[in-house]
């Protein structure tokens, strides 16, 4: 046996040396600290003296021993990954969290984390087990899951190592994994969308006017549904966003601080709200400034989930289309209306706060443009170009009258195929006859 002394004790096992010691850990059943007998595999006596064997042990008990704070809490990695997050990670974000996205986030920290780490002590983590468990995830879940769960590792044990729970982060060097699944980037054209709103038409005004005005403004079902009457200013043709819906819950604020705003719309669409209203009052429905503009059965909002399973999935299957929902239409308006105005001008209709997010998330190459740019590329390397006054106007800009003699003729700005390219990045088309085959 081996001899006791005041930090712990080394005793030979057949060929190795252990070490032991007391320590206070968290009791995981009542939730309290308790002493408990520690053992340490040391290493081999043929590799170490017994004086040897316990410096290690010494080193050991300081790596592992931690401080005790005020409510009796041990400060070191005998807690469990279970325990530290609720009683020390969640209490400090929650305060920081919308009721509705503290929801989210502990859904996905008790469903991916949670469940499988429950009862793991902070200091049996290393890189490998965090790195793995990714690597898992990767192969059935979304890309954006994937990666809120590392940054939400990341997140739990950079606070342990601040709150003196652990001495090294195993999470700070977890990469995100190579193999992610691709994310959904399907859009339509002008033709599907005009037939989606054909077909809507025959279901009646008020899907029709529903769908148009979504389509044309870009609007997210949490701030299309709860849209009333007040909402609409008629003489300016204004729609004033003045609530969100999730879940069922009016809110008074939005996904962004600019989705809680005004936006124009379309002239024409104006005037078919103005009707849509009108037929609504002679139907016996509630115009009143307070009243929905697009209710349900009882007079509240109609659920956007429901909506997009009872009307667009079906509409989608009667017209073969790939896909129909609201991020869909979000994301095709994106893309089509390149053409249609400038990034800035697009990133006002979606209402984001970063260019960014509207380029690299929602704009989607098309082949067609792809393929103009290719052959205008191509062109300008094999040089064919035009020559003479032709190389100096830009496709579709008459040449000008002869001038009087004496009259004086403003320089003309040279455009080659390469800064139509450019010009064309930027939302302005000189070429009347490409931009109508594109529309």
Same mark, same amino acid.
């Given at each position: 046996?081996?001899?006791s002394?005041?930090r712990?004790?080394?005793?030979?096992?057949?060929k =190795?040396?252990?070490?032991? +010691?007391?320590r206070t850990?968290?009791?995981?059943e009542?939730d309290?600290?308790?002493m408990?007998?520690t053992?340490i595999l040391?290493? !081999?006596?043929?590799?170490m %003296?017994k004086r040897?064997a316990?410096?290690k042990l010494e080193?050991?008990i300081v790596r592992?021993?931690?401080?005790?704070?005020?409510?009796g809490t041990?400060?070191?990695g005998?807690?469990?990954f279970?325990? +530290?997050?609720r009683n020390?990670?969640? $209490?400090?974000?929650?305060?920081?969290w919308?009721e509705?996205?503290a929801k989210t986030k502990k859904y996905?920290?008790?469903?991916?984390l949670?469940?499988e780490?429950?009862?793991i002590?902070?200091?049996?983590f290393?890189k490998?087990?965090?790195?793995?468990?990714?690597n898992?995830l990767?192969?059935t879940? &979304?890309k954006d899951?994937?990666?809120?769960?590392r940054?939400?590792?990341r997140a739990? +044990?950079?606070e342990a190592?601040?709150q003196?729970f652990?001495q090294?982060d $195993?999470?700070r060097?977890v990469?995100?994994p190579?193999?992610l699944?691709?994310?959904?980037r399907?859009?339509? #054209?002008?033709d599907?969308?005009?037939a989606?709103l054909?077909k809507?038409g025959? !279901?009646?005004l008020?899907d029709?006017?529903?769908m148009?005005?979504?389509?044309?403004?870009?609007l997210?079902p949490?701030e !299309?549904?709860p849209l009333?009457?007040?909402?609409?200013?008629?003489?300016?043709?204004?729609l004033?966003i003045?609530? %969100?819906?999730y879940?069922?819950k009016i809110r008074p604020?939005? =996904?962004t601080?600019g &989705?809680i705003t005004?936006?124009?719309?379309?002239?024409?669409?104006?005037?078919e709200?103005?009707q849509?209203r009108?037929?609504?009052?002679k139907?016996?429905e509630?115009?009143?400034?307070?009243?929905?503009?697009?209710?349900?059965?009882?007079g509240g909002?109609?659920?956007? &989930?429901?909506y997009r399973?009872?009307?667009?999935? =079906?509409?989608?299957r009667e !017209?073969?289309?790939?896909?129909?929902?609201?991020?869909v239409?979000?994301r095709t308006?994106a #893309?089509?209306? =390149?053409?249609k105005g400038h990034v800035?001008d697009?990133q006002?209709i979606m209402?984001?706060?970063?260019a960014?997010?509207? #380029?690299d998330?929602?704009?989607?190459?098309?082949? $067609?443009?792809?393929?103009m740019?290719v052959?205008?590329?191509?062109d300008?390397?094999q040089?064919n170009? $035009?020559?003479?006054?032709?190389?100096?106007?830009?496709s579709g800009?008459q040449?000008e009258?002869n001038?009087? &003699?004496g009259?004086?003729e403003?320089? #003309?700005?040279? +455009?080659?195929?390469?800064?139509?390219?450019?010009?064309?990045?930027?939302?302005?088309r000189w070429d009347?006859?490409?931009?109508?085959?594109?529309?």
């Open positions: 046996m081996g001899k002394h005041q712990g004790w080394v005793s030979e096992r057949g =190795k040396w252990y070490g032991y +010691f007391r850990i968290l009791d995981p009542t309290q600290p308790r408990a007998s053992p040391l290493g !081999l006596k043929s590799e %003296t040897e316990r410096e080193r050991e592992l021993t931690g401080q005790t704070i005020e409510d041990v400060k070191n005998t807690v469990t279970g325990w +530290f997050v020390r990670y969640l $209490p400090l974000k929650e305060a920081d919308r509705e996205t996905l920290i008790q469903a991916f949670l469940d780490f429950e009862e002590r902070l200091e049996n290393d490998f087990v965090l790195q793995n468990h990714l898992q990767a192969k879940r &979304s899951t994937v990666l809120q769960i940054s939400y590792v739990i +044990f950079a190592v601040d003196d652990l090294k $195993p999470a060097m990469k995100v190579a193999n699944r691709e994310v959904d399907t859009t339509l #054209t002008w599907q969308l005009r989606a054909a809507l025959e !279901l009646g008020r029709w006017i529903l148009k005005l979504d389509m044309s403004n870009a997210r949490s !299309l549904f009333r009457w007040r909402c609409f200013l008629e003489e300016t043709n204004v004033d003045q609530e %969100t819906l879940k069922g604020y939005g =996904k601080k &989705s005004r936006v124009p719309i379309a002239d024409v669409l104006g005037d709200i103005t849509y009108e037929e609504c009052r139907s016996g509630d115009v009143s400034p307070g009243a929905f503009m697009f209710p349900g059965r009882f909002p109609m659920d956007p &989930s429901n399973k009872r009307v667009l999935h =079906k509409l989608a !017209l073969e289309l790939p896909k129909l929902n609201f991020q239409i979000r308006i #893309t089509l209306g =390149k053409s800035k697009i006002g209402r984001h706060s970063k960014s997010t509207t #380029t998330i929602y704009m989607q190459s098309l082949e $067609p443009e792809v393929r740019a052959n205008l590329i191509f300008e390397l040089g170009r $035009p020559s003479g006054p032709e190389a100096a106007r830009p800009v040449p009258p001038r009087p &003699s009259q004086t403003k320089e #003309t700005p040279q +455009f080659s195929a390469a800064d139509d390219i450019l010009l064309r990045g930027l939302g302005v009347s006859e490409a931009d109508e085959g594109n529309q």
